[in-house]
């Protein structure tokens, strides 16, 4: 568990982790928009991603190994969605004499597998360069004109955070709670899979118990300091554009243009025509 790093903070010094968090969090729905226009089989717009992601990960000087880690949450889902697309796509031609699995299907499975993972890859990099107060502050700009229909902006990016800042936390009652399970003489590993999903039983009852456990002293403990959520509030910190941003934007849309402009260009134009 504590290999998972989805929603890890890693702190750094890096002009990447200097970025105003909402450009940041503007950038990175803009890098999964551009993940998802690129069309089927178009594998070129999805190497200029990558090359891109490899690049802010070298800038923002995250060890390639945290990033790789942050794919372990979601593994399951994305070998589920790979076999889904191998045994069900039916279309194109069998790999062999009266087959079942074809070359459509095989290449379907890998564009679902490099959409996901860049899409993780993504989210993994905004929350490895910006703290969950950051976060939170960035998430809270930006959704400040929703002030006007009384939305509660404030409270609404206190919760992301407050989540965000759990996940590692959790992740760690969770694996001290498997361990003490263990050694209480539980078994996590044999048996299929029913018999596995319910030995997990006696984690998830224990997990829930010590997250409203933390969630009560969490609560007490604002209260306690008199939070009053957006009522008042001020900032230690006043968020402002400044020209790393500005050329990040400029870098992100050139991104986009790159992967519309290499949708027209198709190394596997049989396979295309018959999808």
């Not at 959790?170 to 399970?181: F, G, S, V």
């Amino acid at each position: 568990m504590k290999d998972v790093a989805f929603g890890q903070y890693f702190p750094s010094n890096s002009v990447i982790h200097k970025m105003n968090p909402a450009i940041k969090l503007l950038l990175a729905i803009a890098f999964i928009v551009a993940v998802f226009l690129v069309r089927a089989f178009h594998f070129l717009g999805f190497g200029v991603c990558f090359a891109f992601l490899i690049s802010v990960t070298i800038i923002a000087k995250i060890p390639f190994s945290k990033m790789l880690k942050s794919i372990k949450a979601i593994l399951f889902f994305i070998i589920f969605s790979a076999v889904i697309q191998i045994f069900f796509n039916k279309k194109g031609t069998p790999l062999w004499e009266n087959g079942f699995i074809t070359d459509v299907a095989l290449l379907n499975a890998g564009y679902i597998i490099v959409r996901i993972t860049l899409v993780v890859l993504g989210a993994s990099l905004l929350t490895f360069t910006t703290s969950p107060v950051e976060l939170a502050d960035g998430i809270e700009v930006l959704l400040t004109p929703l002030k006007l229909v009384k939305f509660p902006v404030h409270e609404f990016a206190l919760i992301m955070s407050i989540a965000l800042r759990f996940i590692p936390t959790l992740l760690d009652e969770t694996d001290r709670i498997i361990k003490a399970q263990k050694a209480r003489g539980a078994d996590f590993e044999s048996g299929n899979v029913f018999k596995r999903i319910k030995a997990l039983v006696p984690v998830l009852i224990p997990l829930l118990i010590s997250s409203f456990r933390r969630a009560d002293e969490l609560a007490d403990a604002m209260d306690a300091r008199c939070y009053a959520g957006s009522k008042n509030r001020t900032r230690y910190k006043k968020l402002e554009v400044a020209f790393k941003d500005v050329f990040a934007i400029i870098v992100m849309a050139g991104l986009i243009t790159a992967v519309v402009f290499l949708n027209k260009f198709n190394l596997i134009p049989y396979l295309a025509a018959v999808v």
